[in-house]
């Protein structure tokens, strides 16, 4: 036996002591290793312990519990244990409590510190719904608009390089930049402006007047509350125009609220892949031409209000958000 399976006799005569100890059960191969939670340095005994220390991960960041930074690494939770309990723990060993706490590695949200969650609150149940409402009412149409500006010498997204030797992307000095203004609705339709200057009241009451011509109903514009927005121009090109169009104001620093954010994400992670652009001229025509493309595309439109923070909008309760 020890000849046709390439081990040693002694090996032969545990197996012989097994089976006559036990029968074809015991020969079975057994799961090697300590089995999950045995000796434990946070055992299971300190379920406390292992509780307080997952929740200051989710509650809090490193800098608020007395150590350096702003998102938990490995290293920092080890430095947290070791801080509370005097107990120190390979990296390795601390991804395994996370893993085990039900934590993944992730990339974070951000949020402005001044947002306030009551202006946000009463947005998702008091706000919108009134919104939503009254357009149904007027027999209108809501769409969600927003401006982002564009550089020459914007690099985003990875590329190939050696291995250890981060790749260097030379940028020319001549920079230039221009600007866009869209809208979009939950049915994927796309409007947008693409401008060489600032963007300014007069700029909007430009996109407001393009806008209105492309509706034969009104239209309940959401925006955030940029000074171009709420100038006395604009309230005067309003105030002229009651039936075409109204304007709508996000809670302040809230731009998650806005799917329109989303498209201008996914304006800057679309042009370096192709940006060939010399001029100011040449990146207002790619500008205008991924704004075009995604006219055509009015599913990847409505995907843009499936974004975690825009689901309310399609969702019917508003108090799921």
């Not at 000849?3 to 097994?18: E, N, Q, R």
């Not at 001044?114 to 609150?121: I, L, S």
């Not at 809230?254 to 799917?259: F, I, R």
Request: with cysteine.
């Amino acid at each position: 036996m020890a000849a046709v399976f390439g081990v040693s006799l002694k090996a032969v005569d545990t197996w012989w002591a097994k089976w006559q100890a036990g029968g074809r059960e015991a020969l079975v191969m057994q799961p090697r290793g300590k089995p999950v939670g045995v000796h434990q340095v946070l055992g299971e005994a300190e379920q406390a312990e292992q509780a307080a220390v997952r929740q200051a991960v989710l509650d809090h960041r490193p800098c608020d519990v007395g150590l350096s930074g702003q998102l938990w690494t490995r290293r920092l939770v080890g430095e947290l244990i070791a801080k509370l309990y005097r107990l120190r723990l390979t990296e390795p060993g601390v991804g395994k409590y996370l893993k085990r706490w039900g934590l993944s590695f992730q990339r974070p949200d951000k949020r402005a510190v001044e947002q306030d969650p009551e202006a946000v609150r009463r947005w998702h149940e008091e706000t919108w719904p009134a919104i939503r409402a009254k357009a149904k009412k007027d027999g209108g149409e809501v769409l969600f608009a927003d401006q982002v500006g564009i550089r020459s010498d914007q690099v985003t997204g990875r590329t190939w390089g050696g291995k250890g030797k981060t790749p260097v992307v030379r940028r020319t000095g001549n920079r230039f930049s221009v600007n866009a203004m869209s809208a979009i609705s939950t049915k994927g339709r796309m409007h947008f402006m693409v401008f060489a200057e600032s963007f300014t009241a007069e700029v909007m009451c430009r996109f407001l007047d393009r806008l209105a011509g492309h509706f034969d109903r009104k239209v309940h514009l959401v925006v955030d509350g940029h000074s171009a927005h709420r100038s006395r121009k604009v309230r005067d090109w309003l105030a002229a125009h009651p039936d075409v169009i109204e304007l709508h104001f996000l809670p302040p620093y809230s731009p998650e609220l806005n799917p329109d954010e989303l498209v201008n994400a996914d304006l800057k992670h679309s042009l370096p892949k192709q940006h060939r652009a010399r001029d100011q001229t040449e990146l207002a025509a790619e500008t205008r031409r991924f704004f075009r493309r995604r006219q055509r595309q009015p599913h990847i439109v409505r995907g843009y209000f499936g974004g975690p923070h825009a689901r309310y909008i399609v969702n019917e309760n508003p108090m799921s958000f």
